[in-house]
C-alpha cells in the first residue's frame, strides 16, 4: 500500500518558534502538497512541489516556506509561529489523478 | 478561479436513510471531479471520482454523477449506515495551473444514529 507519513501526530509550539512539518512519500510521486484544515473552511492550499527543489505558492503562503530537497520529502516550515497557524495540517502526494494523504498533524501554537 | 461549493452540516440522519450532500462548482472547460472522506483523527481518503460530463463514480455504496449543464456532482447512498459518519469534501481538479492542484469545498459533516 502506498503510504504518506507525516511526522507528528500533535504538536504544541510557542509563539515565534520556527517549526518544522515533515512529510514523506514512499511512492516516487512527483508532486506533493501541503494543506491546512480549518473548520468551516475546508482545505486550503499552502504550498506545492511539483518536482525536487521546485515549489509554488497555493492560496495561503503567507508565514510559511516549503522545502523538498529529496523527491520524497517535503516539508512545511513556519519561519516564526503565530496562533492564527493553529490548525490541522494535511500533506499529500500525487501522480495523475489521484492524492494520496497522510494522517495529519494537528498544531497548536500557545 | 475555480471554486467548490457544498452544504453545510452537520447533517444528522438515522441508520438505512437516503443520504445526498449537494456539490456546485465554478471553473473552466471540464474539470475532473472527486468526494473524498475523512473519517475521525485520519486523513482523506478518495472515495470516488469523474473526469468527464455524464460520467458516474461509485463506491461502498455511495455515487456521484458528473452533470456538467447544472455544474453538479451530488453525493447520493441509498442506505446510510453508523460506520459512514465521517466528514465528506467535495473537490474538483482543474484545467488551469500546474502540479494537479485540487480545490476543496468546505466539507460537510454526516452523523448517522441507531
Known amino acids: 500500500d502506498v503510504k504518506v507519513t507525516q511526522s507528528s501526530r500533535y504538536l504544541v509550539k510557542r509563539t515565534g518558534e520556527k517549526v518544522f512539518l515533515e512529510c514523506v512519500q514512499d511512492m516516487d510521486h512527483e508532486n506533493m502538497f501541503w494543506y491546512r484544515q480549518d473548520p468551516g473552511l475546508g482545505l486550503r492550499l499552502i504550498y506545492f512541489s511539483y518536482d525536487v527543489k521546485m515549489k509554488e505558492k497555493g492560496d495561503i503562503p503567507e508565514g510559511y516556506s516549503v522545502s523538498r530537497e529529496k523527491k520524497e520529502r517535503f516539508s512545511l516550515i513556519l519561519e516564526s509561529a503565530s496562533t492564527n497557524q493553529t490548525s490541522m495540517y494535511l500533506c499529500a502526494s500525487s501522480y495523475g489523478i489521484g492524492y494520496t494523504f497522510g494522517s495529519g498533524t494537528r498544531l497548536t501554537v500557545v | 478561479g475555480d471554486s467548490v461549493t457544498q452544504m453545510e452540516g452537520p447533517v444528522t440522519l438515522s441508520e438505512e436513510a437516503f443520504l445526498t450532500i449537494n456539490c456546485t462548482y465554478t471553473?473552466?472547460?471540464?474539470?475532473?471531479l472527486f468526494w473524498y472522506v475523512q473519517y475521525p483523527g485520519e486523513g482523506l481518503q478518495l472515495l470516488l471520482k469523474a473526469t468527464k460530463a455524464d460520467d458516474k463514480g461509485s463506491n461502498k455504496g455511495f455515487e456521484a454523477t458528473y452533470r456538467k449543464e447544472t455544474t453538479s456532482f451530488h453525493l447520493e447512498k441509498g442506505s446510510v449506515q453508523v460506520s459512514d459518519s465521517a466528514v465528506y469534501f467535495c473537490a474538483l481538479r482543474g484545467l488551469t495551473g500546474g502540479g494537479n492542484k485540487l480545490t476543496f469545498g468546505t466539507g460537510t459533516q454526516l452523523k448517522v444514529e441507531l
Open positions: 471553473a473552466t472547460g471540464y474539470p475532473s
